[in-house]
């Protein structure tokens, strides 16, 4: 079995296996004392600095790539209080930039930020106290909270624009809380993560036509926000951008936008119509958590993956009722989603028009067994979590996607077949099932993530669909060495 487990990985160590300063291993060699950690995709790194910091010194440069796979993220404090960098060369090959990836790293001076980067996150480049040049290009799509508070980037009153801070495109930073009525003007690309967070004074904001984004915690708890359009323009909301908007009463989402975050209209409260666009594919967990106003929700064709606890203490919402649970989708099939069922101890029949288990949706349920119909296309976060009697499930070729601990706790739970469907197993998605002993797995699958077995003690048997070699290829993440323990039957 070919092992690549999530755990650190040291540049010290291939510049000492390639003594050619990495052109043996014909990669680019980075700055001795960095630390590579493979990602969740199983084809990429994250980079950040290791234990050593006596090895970094006033220049950094990351490589393009690592074990002949890209780096591609700086991970969240990957430099955190790194003193001694002066500045750092970061290939094409970087798209995400973590939360707090620079924190004090107070004596960077400059940055270049390449093309290629998509995300940076919240205080990224807080306190780097000299930090003066430093640009985000057009490509930048999400910027979270205080990234550049507390830099002489910040510190410079040219590169404010009377009240707010921009850096190029990207309205970052307010000297003064707003008023009132707020405009964000022509050619901003994006409004940076907790702009106008907790505004308790902001009663209604218009938001330029060239806004792409809409950044995370932009709007938290502006209680008094209620007039408020969303352009076509904006294709990105990030996670809490509206939570606890205690005063928004009717919303219509653009045509633009294809997946709403997790937490985004958490309690909105007075919240009571919102339109949802026809292409929207995913609504984030606790998406509208608490929307105790809410009545009616439209949730188009187009969706494929719903969150645990979205529509959690929606009490006023109008579902559609089924057997023993309840559905929300639009007048051409009100059943494409199961929301929850309504009573543990019962029965449930799942309608045969029904394409999405919504997270959490059969949480805690008491049956022994579930008929999952054809039309199914995937079964979500937390689904079927500490369903404790369940021994016997069959999940269909329809199923395209099954979330993050779909069926963790489920502890009566002997066998399973992954359908030739799927291609990856999810983190922790059969963590403490204490009694599966089989488990068939098609070649179809490339990843195993992290934690997917774990506490699976009774494994005993892998029936794997390909060749051994096959199985070589598959990349498995930590936390499952009851794989290894278990007997892989090939070709099956």
């Known amino acids: 079995m070919k092992r690549k487990p999530l755990i650190t990985l ?18 680019e060699r980075g700055t001795e004392g960095l630390e590579y950690e493979l990602n969740e995709d199983g084809n990429s790194y994250s980079v950040k600095v290791g234990n050593d910091l006596s090895l970094i010194g006033e220049k950094v440069v990351i490589p393009p790539t690592y074990n002949g796979k890209p780096v591609t993220a700086i991970g969240d404090s990957a430099f955190r209080f790194v003193y001694a960098m002066e500045s750092i060369k970061l290939p094409d090959s970087i798209t995400y930039i973590g939360f707090d990836a620079f924190f004090d790293c107070r004596n960077m001076k400059k940055i270049n ?15 780097c106290t000299y930090l003066s040049e430093i640009s985000f290009p057009d490509t930048v ?21 009377g009240n707010e801070l921009y850096n190029n495109r990207h309205l970052i930073a307010l000297k003064e809380a707003a008023t009132d009525n707020y405009e964000i003007k022509d050619g901003t690309l994006t409004i940076a993560g907790g702009l106008f967070k907790e505004n308790v004074n902001l009663t209604g904001i218009k938001i330029a036509d060239s806004v792409t984004t809409i950044g995370s915690y932009a709007f938290q708890g502006c209680t008094k926000l209620k007039n408020i359009d969303i352009p076509q323009t904006v294709t990105s909301i990030g996670n809490d951008a509206f939570r606890d908007c205690k005063s928004i009463e009717s919303l219509a989402l653009p045509d633009s936008i294809t997946s709403i975050d997790s937490f985004t209209f958490n309690g909105c409260t007075n919240l009571k119509n919102i339109t949802l666009p026809e292409g929207l594919t995913s609504i984030g967990g606790w998406a509208f958590n608490e929307c105790i106003n809410l009545e009616n929700i439209s949730v188009p064709n187009s969706i494929i993956t719903i969150g645990g606890s979205a529509f959690r203490w929606c009490h ?26 309504i009573n543990e101890t019962e ?69 399973i077949v992954i359908p030739n469907s799927i291609n990856q197993i999810n983190s922790y998605l059969f963590s403490y099932c204490t009694n599966l002993k089989s488990v068939t797995i098609p070649k179809s699958v490339t990843l195993i993530n992290a934690g997917a077995f774990l506490e699976c003690v009774r494994l005993a048997d892998i029936y794997y669909t390909g060749s051994e070699q096959d199985w070589k290829n598959v990349t498995i993440m930590n936390e499952n060495e009851k794989l290894s323990e278990a007997t892989i039957h090939y070709n099956f």
């Open 113 to 127: 930020i390449p093309d290629s980067v998509t995300y940076i996150g919240s205080r990224a480049f807080e306190r």
């Open 10 to 27: 040291f540049a010290v160590f291939c510049a000492f296996s390639c003594p050619f300063a990495f052109s043996a291993c014909g990669e």
């Open 316 to 341: 006023n919402l109008n579902y559609n009722i089924y057997d023993n649970a309840r559905y929300l989708g639009d007048n051409a099939n009100p059943y494409t989603a199961l929301i929850e069922i």
């Open 347 to 415: 029965p449930c029949t799942i309608n045969e028009n029904t394409k999405i288990l919504a997270g959490n949706s059969f949480s805690r349920f008491e049956g022994s067994e579930i008929t999952i119909p054809d039309n199914i296309i995937s079964i979500n976060d937390t689904a079927f979590d500490s369903c404790e009697n369940l021994t016997e499930l069959t999940i269909p070729d329809s199923v395209k996607f099954i979330g993050n601990s779909a069926f963790q706790h489920c502890s009566k739970l002997e066998s």
């Open 141 to 161: 799509k999400h910027i979270g909270e205080s990234v550049l508070y507390n830099t002489a980037y910040y510190f410079n009153e040219d590169n404010w624009q």
